[in-house]
């Protein structure tokens, strides 16, 4: 018996798996095992003899059978063990940076400029892309036959055949939102109203789709001076330099008088660009005090109130602050000019904290 119990415990100690282990316990207690036939010797046996030997058969195989589940556990300690080395994950490693999409440089202009507005107490406005002819053309003192329809290279709308009102149109600047704001907000008012215009023009500084900029003030006293200083603190603070010179040249538009075209005074050297120094201007935007008639148009009396009206391009300032040379890639869609013009997803421009940090 001391050489079953030695052999067997041997045996479990080195059994390198469950199943070795399996093959053990079949031999020592299964039906056929060894210690099994032993027991069954014991029926031939007097009783004496019987009670002794089957004792200590008892105690072999109470102790084989602990053995086998000792290294069964064991067994499956070691496996987990195993496991878990294999599947080890170091949690306190920095993530990997996520791509979450980057800011179009349009959109990126746009929060800034509102940023900057809106600290001098302009509201934002929106009006429709397809509008109708009066608010585009018409309420602003443009007529049916004024040569500036021609000017604005406009996509119209197609209209039910039999049906002769005037179409509507893409519109083709945001002016017509200053109407729309003055319908539904009256006097006094400060707001600006970015968005989408379209004019069928297509070249490295003109896409049929591109955007603009209006701003309105209005109150009783307001005037071009007022429009400057206005004028002067966005160009400041958007191109993020200290002093910027505008130069504002006579102009015509029909919905302003007087008109004035504004350039910035600005150098070009080695391609590099560079606002508020040099001796180059470059136009950035087109202004003037609110004719009477477009006051009338809106439901403003012109004797009451005046204002002053200034629309700009939103890609041309982009292009300039960022120094991008073709605006045709603005729409393209290509997502490596993207991560290369783009802001970061999650940087919202402020004034405090800097406008494209
Ligand atoms: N709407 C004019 C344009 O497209 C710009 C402008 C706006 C001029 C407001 C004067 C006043 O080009």
């Known amino acids: 018996m001391d050489t079953l119990k030695a052999k067997y415990l041997t045996g479990i100690a080195n059994a390198a798996d469950e199943s070795a282990l399996e093959d053990i316990r079949l031999a020592a207690l299964g039906k056929k095992g060894e210690i099994s ?178 701003g309105i003030a209005i109150d009783r006293d307001i005037s071009m001076a007022n429009l400057k200083w206005v004028l002067e603190e966005f160009c400041r603070a958007f191109f993020e330099v200290d002093s910027v010179e505008l130069r504002f040249r006579a102009s015509h538009f029909p919905f302003t008088e007087p008109s004035a075209e504004v350039d910035i005074r600005c150098s070009w050297e080695g391609g590099q660009l560079k606002i508020g120094q040099g001796d180059k201007w470059m136009e950035i935007l087109g202004s003037g005090m609110m004719h009477p008639k477009v006051l009338a148009a809106a439901g403003v009396d012109p004797s009451q109130w005046q204002g002053f009206a200034f629309g700009m391009g939103i890609d041309r300032i982009a292009m300039l602050k960022y120094g991008i040379p073709d605006l045709r890639a603005f729409f393209e869609s290509d997502l490596r000019w993207l991560r290369h013009y783009g802001f970061a997803a999650l940087d919202m421009p402020d004034l405090a904290g800097g406008l494209s940090a």
């Open 37 to 214: 036939a032993l027991m069954a010797t014991l029926g031939k046996m007097d009783p004496d003899q019987r009670k002794v030997r089957g004792a200590a058969l008892n105690v072999l195989k109470d102790e084989i059978d602990a053995a086998l589940r000792a290294k069964k556990a064991a067994l499956a300690d070691a496996a987990l063990d195993a496991r878990l080395r294999a599947e080890w994950l170091d949690v306190t490693l920095p993530a990997r940076p996520r791509r979450v999409g980057t800011i179009h440089p349009v959109s990126q202009v746009m929060e800034e400029l509102t940023a900057i507005f809106a600290d001098m107490g302009f509201a934002v406005a929106e009006g429709p892309q397809v509008e109708s002819d009066w608010y585009n053309f018409d309420a602003l003192n443009i007529p049916p036959e004024h040569p500036a329809r021609q000017e604005h290279d406009t996509f119209f709308m197609h209209r039910a055949p039999g049906d002769n009102r005037p179409p509507h149109v893409l519109r083709t600047h945001t002016s017509p939102v200053q109407i729309r704001a003055l319908q539904t907000l009256g006097t006094p008012l400060r707001v600006i109203a970015p968005g989408r215009v379209y004019r069928m023009d297509m070249d490295q500084t003109h896409t049929p789709m591109f955007h603009q900029v209006e």
